[in-house]
């Protein structure tokens, strides 16, 4: 089992910037890919950006949606159980609640990308984006 409580959400004028934070706590954290989605209101849940698990002390593979690369940055630290997300630029478009996620067992037959990848999600945290 893994529970995951997010962080850093808010209020933020278009141009600012967050970070969000994901906390993990149960089995071991470097072992499982995480990632970040969003669902804004009357829209379905939309992938933000993954990392995959890491063999190394930090790290893992990231992959992006196209409509953050360049403006997000996700990253890991195995040490402290946390996954953050950086978002800069942000645009009003950008407003919605961001949830991050953890890989589920035997799940790698999905894409990072894909909500079925992952069997453990957090609370969610909400970011609103003023124009």
């Known amino acids: 089992q893994v529970q995951l409580v997010e962080s850093g959400g808010g209020l933020v004028q278009a141009g600012g910037s967050l970070r969000l934070s994901c906390a993990a706590s149960?089995?071991?954290?470097?072992?499982?890919?995480m990632g970040w989605f969003r669902q804004a209101p009357g829209k379905g849940r939309e992938f933000v950006a993954a990392i995959r698990r890491s063999t190394n002390w930090s790290g893992g593979d990231p992959s992006y949606a196209d409509s953050v690369k360049g403006r997000f940055t996700i990253s890991r630290d195995n040490a402290k159980k946390t996954v953050y997300l950086q978002m800069n630029s942000l645009k009003p478009e950008d407003t919605a609640v961001y949830y991050c996620a953890a890989e589920g067992s035997g799940r790698t037959v999905f894409s990072l990308e894909s909500p079925g990848r992952y069997d453990y999600w957090g609370q969610g945290t909400q970011v609103t984006v003023s124009s």
């Open positions: 149960g089995r071991t954290f470097s072992s499982y890919a």
